[in-house]
């Protein structure tokens, strides 16, 4: 995938229909999404229980652009290699979700895919900048991670940090948890270039009436265009 810091919306399947992935994969793209997310829940480092590599295989052939996966789990590594032979384009693993993160991380470009360090709101970027050369993109959480639908937390100031830290590294920053209209454009100035959004993706409409994904994915790009001053 060639780099770009272009706003790139990334519906979460966490907030689509569980019996219809593929539908729901296809529908999102097709109605304008740049990147699927796909949050891979443990019961032990988050609170919740989604699905495992079984599912991101079967799902992958649903999706023609990128697969993001975001695993709230822990131990990581035992799995990396399960996630990246289900076709993870992204596999990005939480700074707090062991005590080797760097190896872990190294473990994930071994594998082929693209590696991204997750952070949690109440964690800083001291432990960030160490390991700057070996990630691809940094997710920022604005929700504590387990479950859609919950309230933005304004990270604007680490944000801005971040970005200011990455300089000219071909590294995304991408926001996850309450993304809507409203909280983009904050995220998109301060420097991120990946919105996840789950619930305010896939609200008002199903498999069989995709018509308002299409606007959600638009309404969410056309504040953070307007608030950058750039539209595609
Ligand atoms: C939270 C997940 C998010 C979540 C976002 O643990 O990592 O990806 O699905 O959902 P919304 O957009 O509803 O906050
Ligand atoms: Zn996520």
């Known amino acids: 995938m060639n780099f770009s810091r272009a706003i790139k919306i990334a519906p979460s399947i966490?907030?689509?229909d569980f019996?219809?992935?593929g539908a729901e994969c296809r529908a999102v793209e097709d109605q304008g999404a740049d990147w699927v997310h796909v949050d891979v829940m443990d019961g032990h480092f988050v609170p919740n229980i989604t699905f495992g590599?079984?599912?991101c295989a079967a799902i992958r052939p649903h999706i023609r652009g990128i697969m993001d996966v975001h695993l709230m789990i822990a131990p990581v590594d035992p799995y990396i290699e399960?996630?990246?032979?289900?076709?993870?384009?992204?596999?990005s693993a939480h700074i707090e979700a062991g005590p080797h993160i760097h190896r872990t991380l190294q473990a994930i470009r071994a594998s082929g895919a693209k590696a991204g360090l997750a952070i949690n709101p109440g964690t800083g970027l001291d432990g960030v900048e160490n390991l700057l050369d070996m990630i691809d993109l940094v997710c920022v959480m604005t929700v504590n991670p387990g479950f859609g639908g919950q309230k933005f937390i304004d990270m604007s100031d680490k944000v801005r940090r971040l970005r200011a830290l990455i300089g000219t590294r071909p590294i995304h920053i991408e926001i996850d948890g309450g993304i809507t209209p409203e909280t983009a454009p904050l995220m998109a100035r301060a420097g991120a270039d990946v919105l996840v959004a789950g619930s305010a993706v896939f609200k008002g409409g199903s498999v069989t009436d995709v018509a308002s994904y299409g606007a959600n994915i638009r309404a969410i790009r056309a504040a953070a265009e307007a608030a950058i001053g750039t539209t595609t």
């Open 14 to 16: 966490l907030a689509a």
């Open 19 to 21: 019996a219809n992935f």
């Open 53 to 55: 590599p079984a599912t």
């Open 82 to 91: 399960g996630f990246a032979k289900a076709g993870a384009d992204i596999i």
